[in-house]
Every structure is written in C-alpha cells, then in structure tokens.
C-alpha cells in the first residue's frame, strides 16, 4: 500500500540490535506514527521520509569497533528532531565531537540515574532517581559542545543531554524498555516537548487510510482472499471489504482439520459483520486422503501445505473464472503481512534487512496476483484495534494463535475423521472452561493434544476402560519464540479434566503438560 498516507513518521533509525521494533512499538503507544529504517540508508534517504524526528536506536558494538556503524554528522544539521539512545546516543557523541572512552566502568542492568535537571525537555515531571535499563561497555566523559547535561550515573558521568536549539537530545540508557522506569515518559517528552509533534496516531483512526489507500492501489480490479479465520486475514479482508466491496471475494478453505465452530464462525458471523462475498472450498475429503497412514510429524506438515495450495488454486481458478471478466480481472491478492515481517533487524551485521513476502508460495505460473498488504505498516495489537474499529466479530480479533496445519499436527499418529472428531470435542470443552474463567486473554494458547496410539485403563461407572489421554498445553508467551507453561488454576483444570472424560468416551485420561519452550516446542509435532 501507499506508505504516503501516513506522512511524516517518527524514524526509527535501526543500528542492528532487536531495539529498534520495540522503539517503534513505543512510539505508537505514544500515539504517533513510527517506522524502523536501517541506518546503512543515506542521509538523503531518511529526510526522503518527511520525518518529523529521528531516533537512534541501541546496537551492539562499541563506536570504535571495526566496521561499526557511523552516524551522518548531516543528519544532525538537517533541523530534525534527533534522540539519541545507547548505541545512537554515542554515535551523536562522535559526530558532534564530544568524547567516548573506555573508562572500564561498563553498566549492565537496572543502574540509578541522577536527574539534574527535572524541569529540562526529557525529565519534565519526573523524579530526580530514576532507575534506568544500562548495556554499555563505553562511556560519554565529556559532551558535545552546547549540550547540557542532564543525567549521570556512577558509571556514565554523562548519561544525558539535551540541547533545546538545535533540538537535538541522548540518553545513554534504554527507554524503551520497562526496567527503565520513567522510559515511556522521558520518549513521550521527547516527542511532544522536544520535538512538538501532535500525538494524535491511533490504530482505530488509521482505519480509514488504509481503507483509502487499498482503494487507491486496487482501482476497478478484482481482488482474492484467503481466509482462514485468524486475526491478520480477517481484518485485511475487512479493510479490502470496506474499501472496494464486490470487487472482494474471499476463499475459505475448510481442510477439515480446524476446531469446532469455526468454520461457521468465517462462514456466518464473519460474513454477517462485513458483507463479503465468500466462497467455502470443502476439501475435507482431500485433506483425509492425502493424510492416510501419515504418522510422521514433518510429512504431514508438508503434505498439508501442499494439499493447501493445491485445494486454494484450483478456489482461485473458480474465482477467476466466475467473478472477474476482461475489463475487471482478478489481479489482486490479499496478504496479511504485519510490520515485524516487513522489519527485520539484522543482527550481527549491524544492519537491518527490509524484507518483504512476495508470494504465497508455489502459485503457478498462470495464477500470479499482485499482493495488496494493507496491515504491513501495524504490529498485532493494532491489527486487533482496527478489526474491531471496522466490526470484525470479538471471538475472531481475539483468536489466539492457531497453527495454518490444525489439528493435524495436535493428533499424535494418524489423522482420521474419527480421531478429529474426539479432539475436536475436546479442544472445544478446553476451550470453553478457559474462557469462562476469564483466562483467554492471559494465556498465549494452550493446544490440546490427543495421543490417538496411546491407550491406558481407567474404569467409569462399573466397567473398565481403555481410552486415550488427551494433553493440555497451556502457555504463556510474548512472541511463541519461547514460553513458560500456564500456571492455569488447579479447579479450572479440574472442570476441564471432568468435562472430557464424562463427554468424550474415547477419552479416559486428561494430562498437564508443564514443559517451558525450550527444550519444548508448543506444539507437540
Ligand atoms: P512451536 O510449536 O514451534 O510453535 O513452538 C510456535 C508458534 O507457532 C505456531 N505454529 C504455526 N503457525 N503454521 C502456523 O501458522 C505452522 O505450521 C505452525 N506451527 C506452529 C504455534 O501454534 C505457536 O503459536
């Protein structure tokens, strides 16, 4: 989409640590607009963006190290608000001439700062001790000529400075993180205070660019979705639905491995809040077929990505071949990219890669639709804050994560219609009790698991059984990267275990798994 909409972003300049997402998260929690750009761009490049300030975000090497990361002294002149932070901060040092040595006094953690100044620019409303976030090995001795000093710490004599004419500021700690405790406010005085901006961004107000600007890219074309029924396509599509109507038609593929009530979920009440034009694409007969006698966990999930593809292309075809006509053809195609996929930090480089996803992969060759991105400028709680600003369901914005494979990767052993079904009313009752405890928004997800080849004794009323075990896996996470698993209270687990075993014959046996990640992995396959 169009990234002109949305002038005069606060630039996030990425000197290679994973800093720079979260600086911009901040940013936007501060209400204004933010994007990540890597510093190996050119001066010219960065003022190219209309920003309306610049900050330099923390990297991982020292401003002395071969190959480290310089700053453009030019950037510094162009008039622009600059904030300077860790890293970025002594690159400013350097560039305007002030003194970087190795004193042998590195901080590393939570370090006391002392506030000269709590009426300056930054530190306006905030006490003089603060506890600050500190990764340095380097430290400032002397500032650039015409900053004052505003901060130190036993270790960094000159751990912050401002300079209110040329509006330029540094701190040499992380704001942007929470152990800095007065981080967001000394960010949110740099923005307002120092650099004057209108702090009027909000996710829910942006809805109507993005919907302005997907009206622009697509024109009179006809445009394809897939919907799967989590967060990030239903609310793409809403925004497509809103911005060319008809013009829209959604695929929903119903591979037979999704969890109870869901397909009526994208079927009924997602339709009935948007009005799109849906096409459900059974292909639970294919998915079986393919899966038969698969216990591997790698083979199934390659056979269930190609047998997506195979099922969504020949839905597209249909889709080409109904809705769209020479005038109006079918060239566009949803995605759901989101901002942490288009932004990359780069790591060891100390640069930062802009990647973007070009395809769904292995669309042939007749098949090639242009991509309309409408979410790539927000990160997920946004995306969520925009699908309910354009009444996408509550239970669809609030989905937690569910794996593209389904359950066939929450079925220990062979996948088969009659193993889905004992999962599917298991899942559904685990469902059901997590939320009614009020807990879906506290646990990241909890898979459950069926053990479908393993068996134990158990005995209900006055026989002997022979079910299986059924696995929950609650977790709590920020990013599934790692996680802990839930400490899910003792007499919510215990209605769950009761529910399943009195509702689910097949099921005689109800188990906790209580692995972080890692050593394991969320899902069990
Ligand atoms: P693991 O099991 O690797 O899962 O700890 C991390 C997160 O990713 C989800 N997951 C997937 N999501 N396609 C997806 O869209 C997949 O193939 C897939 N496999 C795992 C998983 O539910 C968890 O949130």
């Known amino acids: 989409m169009s990234e002109s909409l949305q002038a005069k972003p606060v630039l996030v300049v990425d000197f290679g640590a994973q800093y720079a997402q979260l600086i911009a998260r901040r940013v936007r929690e501060a209400d204004a607009y933010s994007e990540v750009v890597p510093h190996t761009w050119s001066t010219e490049q960065m003022l190219a963006k209309q920003p309306s300030a610049i900050i330099l975000s923390g990297g991982p090497s020292s401003v002395y190290a071969d190959g480290a990361p310089r700053l453009d002294p030019a950037l510094l002149e162009a008039g622009i608000p600059v904030f300077g932070m860790c890293y970025g901060f002594q690159a400013m040092v350097q560039a305007l001439g002030g003194t970087v040595a190795h004193t042998g006094l590195g901080e590393y953690g939570a370090t006391q700062a002392q506030v000269s100044d709590t009426t300056s620019t930054l530190f306006n409303g905030q006490p003089a001790d603060q506890s600050v976030w500190m990764s340095h090995g380097d430290s400032v001795t002397e500032a650039p000529d015409g900053m004052r000093v505003t901060a130190a710490t036993s270790g960094a004599p000159v751990a912050a400075f401002e300079d209110d004419e040329r509006r330029l500021y540094g701190v040499q700690w992380h704001p942007e993180v929470l152990h800095s405790t007065f981080g967001q406010r000394v960010l949110e005085n740099f923005l307002v205070r120092g650099a004057g901006i209108d702090t009027d961004w909000t996710p829910d107000n942006v809805a109507d660019e993005l919907v302005a600007a997907v009206r622009e890219q697509v024109g009179e074309d006809r ?303």
């Open 223 to 525: 445009v394809l979705c897939a919907l799967s029924g989590g967060v990030d396509s239903a609310v793409a599509a809403a925004i497509v639905q809103k911005a060319v109507g008809d013009q829209l038609t959604c695929v929903h593929v119903d591979h037979g491995l999704l969890r109870e009530g869901e397909r009526e979920q994208v079927e009924r009440e997602f339709v009935e809040a948007t009005g799109v034009d849906l096409i459900v694409y059974d292909a639970r007969e294919q998915f079986l077929t393919a899966l038969a006698g698969v216990t591997d966990p790698e083979t199934k999930r390659k056979i269930i990505g190609r047998e997506f593809i195979r099922a969504f292309e020949q839905a597209a075809r249909d889709v080409v071949e109904d809705r769209g006509d020479e005038e109006h053809p079918v060239k566009w195609l949803v995605q759901g990219t989101l901002y942490p996929d288009v932004v990359e930090s780069g790591g060891g480089e100390g640069a930062a890669n802009i990647k973007s996803h070009h395809n769904v992969g292995g669309l042939p060759d007749d098949l090639q639709f242009a991509l309309v991105e409408p979410l790539r400028t927000l990160f997920k709680d946004e995306v969520r804050q925009v699908g309910l600003e354009l009444g996408v369901p509550e239970a669809i914005v609030w989905r937690q994560p569910f794996p593209g494979p389904g359950l066939g990767i929450r079925i220990i052993g062979e996948v088969t219609a009659e193993r889905l079904e004992i999962l599917r009313r298991a899942d559904a009752i685990a469902r059901e009790e997590l939320s009614e405890a009020g807990l879906d928004r506290e646990i990241w997800q909890c898979p459950v698991v069926l053990l479908a080849d393993v068996r134990s004794v158990g005995v209900q009323g006055d026989g002997r059984t022979y079910g299986h075990p059924i696995v929950l896996r609650p977790v709590s996470s920020e990013d599934a990267m790692t996680a802990d698993w839930s400490r899910v209270p003792y007499d919510v687990l215990a209605t769950i275990s009761n529910r399943i075993t009195n509702e689910v014959s097949e099921v005689n046996r109800v188990v906790l798994d209580i692995t972080s990640k890692p050593p394991g992995t969320i899902e069990w396959e």
